[in-house]
């Protein structure tokens, strides 16, 4: 009976990437669901097991479930925005003939720059005080006074989605358009010549074909406009009144603000279990349109 040869080589070539992976992914979630049942505290050296305390108190915490309901709007405003206006993009970029480079290269510059870059950038327009924008609209007569979109709660908001909608929609817009010129051209001429409308073309030939490649992009832009972090904390620091305060944010708070690690480790837990859900029915749903195509 011959033994099989274990080829070493192949995990010696994939070792460098598998200690990447566990160093950067597989150690720190293991380590969140152990700390999550610790008081682990970021400036005394000792913590104590205590099950699933941490949790119940972080589902008790009216502030949580006041975070997490800004995180939702956050997430399905954003989302919608970026696939409307990145959608749009991409449609119109098709149908445009000449210069076509230079458009996509005009409209991917939000999505090219750090997010530090556009942070600050905003910031600086939007200022209350001397920023370009609110000036604008009180010399024009548009506002009586300066308007507060970094401070007024009743506007705080509406402005983080309406950047987060500019910095995200050109994503959107590169990978619908990619899909876009994979359709068949003859299936147009066909639709033309048996007397479809533009609609009827849209529903029925260019939906079915990059439907499931807009599904991709919502559970991946799903991911990370929920996990988003940088860009909210940079402009407003979760402020007015915690009015942009989302769950990342939140755990931040807790982990660094009152160094209760332990604690920020089971909102982060909780967070991984939600996103974890989201995207099981995401990907039910594209595999439903995956089987309808075949």
């Known amino acids: 009976m011959k033994t099989k040869k274990i080829d070493y080589g192949r995990w010696l070539l994939v070792l460098p ?37 941490n949790y119940i108190k972080v589902l008790t915490d009216p502030d949580f479930f006041k975070a997490f309901l800004t995180s939702i709007l956050w997430t399905v405003a954003s989302l919608l925005g970026q696939i409307v206006v990145g959608f749009t993009a991409a449609l119109a970029l098709n149908r445009v003939n000449h210069l076509k480079g230079v458009y996509r290269i005009l409209m991917i510059i939000p999505w090219a720059f750090p997010s530090i870059v556009i942070a600050l ?15 604008l609209l009180y010399e024009m007569g548009v506002a009586s006074e300066l308007p507060q979109f970094l401070s007024d709660s009743s506007l705080v908001f509406g402005t983080l989605i309406f950047i987060n909608i500019w910095f995200g929609a050109p994503m959107i817009m590169v990978n619908v358009l990619s899909a876009l010129q994979t359709i068949p051209q003859d299936q147009y001429e066909a639709a033309q010549i048996d007397g479809a409308s533009k609609l009827q073309q849209f529903m029925y030939i260019t939906v079915p074909h990059i439907k499931v490649v807009v599904g991709l992009l919502v559970v991946l832009r799903t991911i990370w406009v929920f996990n988003n972090f940088d860009i909210i904390y940079l402009i407003t620091g979760g402020g007015p009144a915690n009015a942009t305060t989302t769950v990342p944010i939140y755990a931040y708070n807790m982990g660094w603000g009152t160094k209760l690690l332990g604690r920020s480790s089971a909102v982060t837990v909780l967070l991984l279990a939600f996103l974890l859900i989201v995207c099981f029915i995401y990907f039910k749903i594209i595999g439903k349109w995956e089987k309808e195509d075949k």
Not at 21 to 43: A, D
Not at 121 to 135: D, E, Q, T, Y
């Open 17 to 53: 990437a598998l200690i990447v992976v566990g160093t950067l992914l597989v150690y720190p979630i293991f380590s969140s669901l152990y700390y999550s049942l610790t008081t682990k505290h970021l400036i005394k050296a000792t913590y104590d097991f205590i099950g699933f305390d």
């Open 121 to 135: 950038a905003w910031k600086w327009i939007l200022n209350g005080v001397s920023g370009f924008l609110p000036n």
